[in-house]
């Protein structure tokens, strides 16, 4: 298996802009996790979906993050607008029991 | 909060083991110990967990105190390739408790030649 798939790898752009990170997660995985690392915060659950429903997205930090799973194979994370306090890497996991296998990540920087 | 205390960082020469503790005095009885670490510009990387029993695995060996309050991981021969952040995280054992982990600051072990 592949693992994780993440992209882009790294993304730059500019205050206001919509920016949508992407993710596959390991087929067969019915867990997958969005995570936003920074110095500061360290790594931090966002939500995290079971069988394509959003369980606990008590850790996205305001309106303008959403995510969405519209298939067992797929999963987005759109910032709208985005500013530059977002600039993170943002991590990607999934899990089928009790261990979470993680992406690369993509970095991003918002000027 | 994380529910774990681990030292911030620590040195191990090549070749030796590297035991890496980590304290959790308020575990509760149905909690396991998970450890992840992260090489620099990766995603964490799961090691291994336990609940009471030690446990090995190819990677690493996790030794649980009696009293579950601690434990320690250990990595009998460090690599330089070994050089990450450590993280020790307490939590229930099924596949939606995972997004109950908290990642705390972890333990920074630098394997040296």
């Known amino acids: 298996d592949a693992g994780v798939i993440q992209s882009p790898r790294h993304e730059v752009t500019e205050m206001g802009q919509e920016v949508t990170l992407r993710c596959k997660p390991i087929?067969?995985?019915?867990?997958l996790f969005w995570y936003r690392q920074t110095m500061m915060r360290g790594l931090e659950l966002l939500i995290y979906?079971?069988?394509?429903?959003?369980?606990?997205d008590s850790g996205m930090p305001e309106d303008r993050f959403s995510a969405k799973m519209p298939n067992a194979s797929f999963s987005t994370l759109k910032i709208q607008p985005s500013e530059p306090r977002d600039s993170a890497v943002y991590f990607c996991?999934?899990?089928?029991?009790?261990?979470?296998?993680f992406g690369p990540g993509t970095r991003l920087l918002v000027l | 909060d994380a529910k774990t205390t681990q030292p911030p960082s620590m040195d191990c020469a090549e070749g030796r083991a590297a035991n890496l503790p980590c304290n959790h005095s308020?575990?509760?009885?149905?909690?396991?110990v998970y450890w992840y670490r992260q090489i620099h510009s990766q995603g964490p990387q799961y090691i291994i967990h336990?609940?009471?029993n030690n446990e090995t695995n190819e990677m690493a060996s996790l030794i649980i105190t009696e009293d579950r309050k601690s434990s320690t991981l250990i990595l009998p021969h460090a690599t330089l390739r070994d050089t990450a952040v450590y993280y020790c995280?307490?939590?229930?054992?099924?596949?939606?408790?995972?997004?109950?982990?908290?990642f705390g600051k972890g333990t920074k072990l630098s394997v040296k030649p």
């Open positions: 996991a999934s899990s089928r029991a009790e261990t979470q296998y």
């Open positions: 087929s067969g995985h019915d867990y």
């Open positions: 979906f079971n069988n394509n429903v959003p369980i606990d």
């Open positions: 308020t575990i509760s009885g149905n909690e396991y």
């Open positions: 336990g609940l009471k």
């Open positions: 995280i307490v939590g229930l054992n099924y596949g939606g408790s995972q997004g109950n982990l908290i």
